[in-house]
């Protein structure tokens, strides 16, 4: 139906501009030329391909070093997981967010889609992050107090966090070492569905006693399941005391 010839590896779809035609959203992680982008682009049957490549291919790291990982390592050398679409600053059009290697970073939808802006000012904001094993993890978005921003659930190989959608603040913490291995992308159906239910131990996430130096990022080694929430438990019930 359309090809675009530009490196991808996780796609996901909305509609950014709010013209009733999807947009693509794709994540080039170690491409062929495009190694910790975002490329957007869209279907249209009057071009070549069928297709109008709207972003060829935005750095996700945006002013972060790769060097902040070891040379070679994943988070050096490429980065991107499957990137999460939600309206993270509020102004009601869709936004992306992606995890990389060295950074969590959210892209304004509607600055993406207006060619005025160039790619470096598209970027909303990025925090730093800590993932040079795999540089490809998912993330997980919920808003958690309803004030039509969503919130970013995400962990890296020491801490899950919450992130204030429209600012990348965080909202809460804790320490959990992971391998990463996009392993919060699974529990996304957890969150929401729990969320709605009972406000209640909404975040499910898989901890695994992995290497010694992640141990030492946030100083305990998490063994456990789950993020110390539920009855008599501190986790998301702090941040929804702290948000209400
Ligand atoms: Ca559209
Ligand atoms: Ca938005
Ligand atoms: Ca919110």
Redesign the pocket.
């Known amino acids: 139906m359309a090809q675009t010839g530009v490196d991808g590896t996780f796609p996901a779809v909305a509609d950014l501009d709010l013209d009733g035609k999807p947009e693509v959203a794709v994540i080039s992680n170690n491409g062929a030329t495009l190694k910790h982008h975002l490329v957007i682009w869209r279907y249209n049957p009057d071009l070549p391909n069928k297709v109008e490549i709207v972003r060829p291919g935005i750095n996700i790291n945006g002013p972060l070093n790769p060097s902040l990982c070891p040379v070679g390592s994943a988070g050096n050398t490429r980065g991107g997981g499957p990137p999460t679409i939600a309206d993270f600053n509020g102004d009601g059009t869709p936004d992306v967010a992606v995890a990389g290697g060295i950074g969590y970073a959210v892209f304004d939808g509607k600055k993406l889609m207006d060619p005025n802006v160039p790619a470096a000012e598209t970027l909303l904001w990025i925090k730093q992050t800590k993932d040079c094993s795999s540089a490809a993890t998912g993330s997980s978005v919920f808003?958690?107090?309803g004030?039509g921003?969503?919130?970013v659930v995400y962990s890296d190989e020491h801490y899950l966090r919450i992130y204030k959608?429209s600012t990348g603040d965080v909202l809460w913490q804790t320490c959990n070492t992971t391998g990463t291995l996009r392993d919060s992308r699974w529990s996304r159906t957890s969150i929401t569905t729990a969320a709605q239910i009972s406000w209640r131990c909404p975040i499910t996430i898989r901890a695994s006693p992995v290497r010694r130096r992640n141990r030492q990022g946030c100083g305990s080694m998490a063994t456990r399941r789950g993020s110390g929430c539920g009855p008599g438990g501190s986790g998301i019930n702090t941040l929804i005391t702290s948000l209400t």
């Open positions: 808003d958690f107090d004030d921003s969503a919130e959608g």
